[in-house]
T-cell receptor, first 116, second 115 residues
Framework: AQKVTQAQTEISVVEKEDVTLDCVYE???????LFWYKQPPSGELVFLIR??????QNEISGRYSWNFQKSTSSFNFTITASQVVDSAVYFC?????????????FGAGTRLFVKA | KAGVTQTPRYLIKTRGQQVTLSCSPI?????VSWYQQTPGQGLQFLFE???????NKGNFPGRFSGRQFSNSRSEMNVSTLELGDSALYLC??????????????FGPGTRLTVL
């Protein structure tokens, strides 16, 4: 069965600190997709990144980087030199297909507070 | 390109009433998925519509229903509202079926309060 675990409920850092948000997933499929979304106080989920199960290359986008490791079923997200605007809830999500169609499930989210 | 739009943004209803929420996907997107977000249960998948057909459904009672129109706009309906239905309802659109290689893009949500 699908499962996404974000063990960190809340993280608080001071501006300019680096922070890593953990995501561990469970799936029986060999083809699946992993996502990270950001939910600022306004409520709208903002897409950050998508990874398919065959692409284990790490990715860097500005201050954001993602580390995908199939061996540990983890897809961790690091923010370098955090800023106050990074304060939000971050969700990791897993999508996999099946006879019933694709399903996407989300982790519980990690609330990040970045203090000035 | 305009993003996903949802109307209304806020709703207050009383128990027993019914409510209809609307979602307009990004132009060219054929899939619309609905999610319920609550502090206790997090983000839960309600259902997905693609080409006017429900393709997938989460574990919600039959009081929750939806439909999709030929222009890909979607509505979801909740009948006989209960206090526990108070939540942020998020709509997401994608070009193809959600969960495939296509990314879902979310709207701002409709915050429903049931009194």
């Amino acid at each position: 069965a699908q499962k996404v675990t974000q063990a960190q409920t809340e993280i608080s850092v001071v501006e300019k600190e680096d922070v890593t948000l953990d995501c561990v997933y469970e799936t029986r499929d060999t083809t699946y997709y992993l996502f990270w979304y950001k939910q600022p106080p306004s409520g709208e989920l903002v897409f950050l990144i998508r990874r398919n199960s065959f692409d284990e290359q790490n990715e860097i986008s500005g201050r954001y980087s993602w580390n995908f490791q199939k061996s540990t079923s983890s897809f961790n997200f690091t923010i370098t030199a955090s800023q106050v605007v990074d304060s939000a809830v971050y969700f990791c999500a897993l999508s996999e297909g099946g006879t019933g169609g694709f399903k996407t499930i989300f982790g519980a989210g990690t609330r990040l507070f970045v203090k000035a | 390109k305009a993003g996903v739009t949802q109307t209304p943004r806020y709703l207050i209803k009383t128990r027993g009433q019914q409510v209809t929420l609307s979602c307009s996907p990004i132009s060219g997107h054929r899939s619309v998925s609905w999610y319920q977000q609550t502090p206790g249960q997090g983000l839960q998948f309600l259902f997905e519509y693609f080409s006017e057909t429900q393709r997938n459904k989460g574990n919600f009672p039959g009081r929750f229903s939806g439909r999709q129109f030929s222009n890909s706009r979607s509505e979801m309906n909740v009948s006989t509202l209960e206090l526990g239905d108070s939540a942020l309802y998020l709509c997401a659109s994608s070009i193809g079926l959600a969960g495939s290689s296509d990314t879902q893009y979310f709207g701002p949500g409709t915050r429903l309060t049931v009194l």
